[in-house]
């Protein structure tokens, strides 16, 4: 059995079955890609809420686990060469479960990297965008009278989702089967009516993309995968 103490961050968070997979995260949409993964694939873990504040983000324990202070990150005991793993970005996380699990990144090599294509536009193109729309949409960003940062957020989240709209036409999923691809995308997709800015990027103009993200919310992991970790830790 490994010996979870070694790592800082068991001291804040302590495991409750050292055995299994360690997650440390928060429901965003970055956070609950892993989540609604590991409840996809059936891999045991446990979920411990790291709240997006400093007391956490920021503690001595946490960046231990990861440096660059955000979530999600876990830790595997049951690494591929026999000993633990600690992984943090979300896209990083997802390529590694679904190759730990066989499953959600395709059966050939060429799917497999279609699957990491798209994955790669959301880490790389509309995960930034849009959480950068949501800053000057929603949060303190939204107070500045300079309007332009908005605005350049704004249409390029519409361009990303253009990009979607055309892809996903006579399509289920955007690289094929259900893959890591989708639950990376469509959390994203969801996120904008939490910054409420559907109507700034004429979300209800692209059936396909709407379609597509009632498809992905009505299945079954991810209804219970965007509940972990709770926002609120019990007392």
């Known amino acids: 059995m490994a010996d979870l103490s ?24 970055n956070g609950v890609k892993v989540s609604i993964a590991l409840e996809e694939m059936g ?8 709240t997006l504040s400093d007391k956490d983000v920021k503690s001595p324990e946490f960046l231990s686990l990861n440096p660059n202070n955000k979530i999600p990150a876990i830790i595997d005991p049951n690494g591929p060469d026999g000993t633990p793993v600690t992984l943090f970005e979300s896209g990083a996380i997802l390529l590694y479960l679904a190759q730990k699990s066989g499953r ?7 799917d497999k990297a279609h699957v990491t294509q798209w994955l790669m536009f959301q880490m790389g193109g509309l995960g930034p965008m849009f959480g950068q729309m949501g800053f000057f949409s929603k949060f303190a960003g939204s107070e500045w009278d300079d309007k332009r940062p908005q605005q350049r957020y704004i249409d390029e989240s519409k361009r990303l989702l253009a990009v979607l709209e055309r892809e996903l036409a006579g399509k ?10 989708d639950i990376a995308i469509a959390p994203w997709l969801a996120a904008l009516e939490f910054y409420g800015t559907q ?12 379609a597509y993200l009632d498809r992905f919310l009505a299945r079954p992991a991810v209804i219970k995968g965007r509940q972990i970790p709770p926002r609120e830790v019990a007392a």
């Open 172 to 181: 289920e999923w955007i690289a094929g089967d259900y893959s890591i691809a």
């Open 6 to 29: 070694v790592y800082p961050i068991t001291k804040k968070w302590p495991p409750q079955n050292p055995e299994i997979l360690q997650l440390y995260s928060f429901p965003t949409p």
């Open 104 to 110: 959600l990144i395709g059966r050939t090599a060429a």
């Open 199 to 210: 109507d700034a990027v004429g979300w209800s103009d692209h059936p396909n993309a709407v």
């Open 43 to 50: 891999i045991p873990y446990e979920a411990h809420t790291v």
